[in-house]
């Protein structure tokens, strides 16, 4: 899978950062994801300096463990962006992804639209979990009380005794 700027933001900010592990981008994105921080800190002044600085090397540090494809030809990239009516920015993603076989990761609903007539497209919501994230998941804590718990460790041991008297009796003299 291929991540453009929009996917990396929002798998990261809902705590899914751990899908793009497992995925590529483009050098491009480090200056989109830095210029979408920049508009959080100066424009929607929604982050702090300090705060926009903390996201920003988080963020540049799950880019750094992505695979990095290599450019597509700026003619390749020019045609693509002509043929989606797409910015520059948006087709050297769609034509990575294309040169490269990748599925292409997007939250901008116009190049998922143009994405989708050329290869597969999904959104960021869509990307399946990582062993990681599945394996945090099964063992976070769930909201289970004491007497559900208790309950469920009776029955367990007794499971657990049911089975051992199974195993005596077929395999002890």
Wanted: proline residues 2%; contains cysteine; aromatic residues 4%.
């Amino acid at each position: 899978m291929l991540f453009d700027a929009s996917a990396i933001m929002n798998l990261s900010r809902n705590d899914r950062s751990a899908a793009l592990l497992d995925g590529n981008t483009i050098d491009l994105a480090f200056y989109e994801v830095g210029n979408s921080i920049r508009r959080k800190v100066c424009v929607e002044k929604v982050l702090t300096m300090e705060e926009g600085i903390l996201a920003l090397d988080s963020l540049t540090n799950i880019m750094t463990g992505m695979g990095m494809v290599e450019r597509v030809s700026h003619r390749t990239v020019l045609q693509a962006a002509a043929q989606g009516s797409l910015t520059f920015y948006d087709a050297s993603y769609l034509c990575a992804a294309e040169a490269n076989n990748e599925e292409l990761v997007t939250d901008d609903k116009h190049l998922y639209e143009v994405a989708k007539k050329r290869l597969k497209a999904l959104k960021s919501a869509d990307v399946p979990l990582s062993k990681t994230e599945l394996l945090r998941r099964a063992t976070e804590p769930k909201n289970v009380s004491s007497e559900e718990l208790q309950k469920t460790l009776r029955e367990g041991r007794a499971e657990d005794r049911r089975h051992e008297e199974e195993l005596e009796r077929r395999y002890l003299p």
